[in-house]
């Protein structure tokens, strides 16, 4: 393996040089994206659609327009390192194809826990590349898999200009061991947590509720709410007795939605489970609300610990608050994402103005948790992968 | 405990209580222990009345229980630190996380009497007698080095030493075969009862076949194997019990085999294989069949997640234990081999959900 990564790296100095938003890097996002939005074989794979609707031509172009409007011009860091995570399965097409259409040379790293799309994805990817219209991609780009092992990631360190580390923690803590050039630098995605926030008084009102609902359950459950952006926690806000009235109304309404999708996994409940009791032992007062495939947990607070121990599959925090200021009971600075109904856009930018809701990357509406987009973490990914050039 | 829950059982009869009086029985001292462990653990403390488990019941389906899994990820004692006297933990085979049990002298003591009356029942009945037998680990010396803190091999092989002589380790440090050992013990013990003991897939890897493709073999007089381990790597190379115990006497000679079930958490309180092929849990534990999706009760013959009483833990929360291993109830009272009370299988491990959270990229 080492061999053929070497190999592969000798020859990158002798491919013709490629640049941001080239012809070719443009035309394969194209082709992937029709690939994976027409062909009836995929369409069981939600997220592949996903990633092929999230390159369609008009998306593309606006990613092109945004990123040449840039105020100083933006060039290829270079050769880009990219480790990726094994829980969302396209997760290393996005960071992958951002850093190409940025004009970067890559060596991605899949994980070997990838599950059936990522396979999928892979072989569709495999056979673009092999086209003759693609050599030049497939020249300056090599996706692999290996087994944990230190001289492979060493020397893919030692050699790139950009490392891409999509975490957890454990992961950024390891491959920070490998030293990279002075002149490189890191981007990581560190473990992250998020969560819902619902105004009670809204959902009360709400002539929409089996599609909130819905929308909900799709933000739960896609990637087995094990991704950074599923919400794990949701927060009622409002007064107390209209608390009290929507988790009624909501739940009465979302309980409908449960036990038709697919079976619910016997492991998953054991899970949940020693979730449930792990956080009882560790003194949280809990109240349960058990279904087989949805425990709900109501809590007045979590300790960090906690949140890496949520083992996802449908196991929901749940609080009520009445003011933001009582929202940094729950977050810390590893908050990413909050998915919201019943806020205005201008609310919530006020309220972060204001110095409430901090450490919040993301604010999105409910059903959007999943969406990726090109600024991430609190990083505009294709400024990340550029050099930036000025002049005066 | 001033007066320990355990004492009145040990005059009892291993297997000759039937089921609806051993319940009674087993109900009442684990109220006793769930009393007693609300009192000395916080963490039991804890999820007891933020469950809303009841301490003191009427009967086993109502008695509260904690996921083994929890062994894993907390300390779970009841006991002070300055009296635990020793800890074991878990072999952890395929994860690097383990279980951590705590044991006072007490404990520690009380485990290694039940193992032995368990055991010398067994001796009892397959007429081995009551002294001490010579024993042939399949294992290597190794594995006891480390007196403070004992894998669960360890601490198996650790229980059962006492009730054996001239201890024999059939494998070098490095698991090859050491012939000078094994060739000793044979020529010294033929002709007598042996002991002979080692973990399933162990005793099928680094002995059984290892002595087959040496063509070599050995003929006790009169043998008791015992093992212990999950059967899910063995069944990979296609070998059931039944092809285990054919290949052992091949190899052995007269050689009765039994496997055993139990759990670092539950230590002593093992159940044995019958003749039948059924595992009988002792007068001092005994089990219970949960619906994994809705916990509730299965009845005889159902699949479920196994739920293992025990009357032995005073220094940890582990009376009653929910685990994640798959069995069910064959029967009650009825079994062929005589023993009286519930009997079971079990069925495998709860096929785990991949845990593909952030914090996995490099971990595989």
Known sequence: MLEKIKQFVGNLSINKPVFPFSAKSIQFCQDLSKILTTDTKLRPYQDLVALGYWLRPSHLKQLQSDFENKEAIHQPRGLAFHITPGNVDTMFAYSWLISLLAGNKNIVRLSSKGGEAQQVLLSTIEKLLNSADFVNIRQNNLLIMYEHNDEISGYLSSICDTRVIWGGDDTIKKIRQFPILATSKDIVFADRFSFALFNSENIINSAELPKLCQLFYRDIYTFGQQACSSPRLLVWYGSNDSNRQAKILFWMEFKKLLGQSSKPLAAAAVNKLVHSQLMAMMGNKLNMKLFPDLYRININEVSSDLWKQHCGEGLLYEAEINHFSELNKFTNTSFQTCTYTGFSREQLKQEVQNGELQHILRFVPVGHALNFESVWDGMDLFSEFSVISTFS | ?364
């Open chain 2, 1 to 364: 405990m001033s007066k320990f829950v355990i004492d009145p059982f040990y005059k009892l009869p291993v297997y000759g209580i039937a089921q609806e009086e051993k319940e009674c029985l087993l109900n009442d001292a684990l109220n006793q222990l769930n009393n007693h462990h609300y009192k000395y653990c916080q963490n039991y403390n804890n999820l007891i009345d933020s469950i809303g488990f009841s301490l003191t019941v009427d009967t086993y389906v109502e008695q509260p229980y904690v996921m083994a899994r929890l062994f894993k990820i907390l300390e779970l004692k009841s006991v002070v630190a300055k009296e635990i006297f020793k800890q074991l933990n878990s072999s952890g085979t395929s994860s690097q996380v383990v279980s951590k049990i705590f044991l006072n002298a007490q404990a520690a003591k009380v485990q290694s009497k039940v193992l032995a009356k368990i055991l010398l029942d067994l001796f009892e009945r397959k007429q081995l007698g009551k002294q001490r037998l010579p024993m042939l680990f399949i294992e290597a010396p190794d594995i006891i080095k480390n007196r403070n803190s004992f894998s669960a091999r360890g601490a198996g092989i650790q229980g059962l030493s006492f009730l054996g002589r001239n201890h024999t380790y059939a494998l070098n440090n490095d698991m090859t075969l050491n012939h000078k050992a094994i060739d000793g013990f044979i020529e010294q013990f033929q002709y007598e009862p042996v002991l002979i003991f080692g973990f399933t897939f162990m005793i099928w890897k680094y002995f059984i076949e290892v002595l087959k493709k040496k063509n070599k073999n050995y003929s006790f007089e009169q043998g008791l194997l015992l093992h212990s381990g999950g059967w899910k790597k063995l069944q990979a190379i296609a070998v059931d019990n039944q092809e285990f115990k054919h290949q052992v006497k091949l190899a052995l000679g007269n050689v009765s085999v039994h496997n055993f079930y139990g759990m670092v958490e539950q230590t002593g309180t093992i159940s044995i294989e019958c003749e039948a092929g059924y595992l009988h849990p002792p007068v001092f534990s005994d089990i219970l069949i949960r619906d994994p999706l809705t916990l509730k009760v299965k009845k005889t013959g159902e699949e479920g997640l196994i739920q293992l009483f025990s009357i032995l833990p005073e220094s940890y929360p582990g009376q009653s234990l929910l685990t994640e291993d798959m069995g069910q109830v064959i029967g009650r009272d009825d079994c062929v081999c005589g023993r009286k009370g519930q009997y079971f299988k079990v069925v495998g491990r709860l096929a785990q959900a991949e845990n593909r959270g952030c914090s996995d990229t490099f971990s595989e």
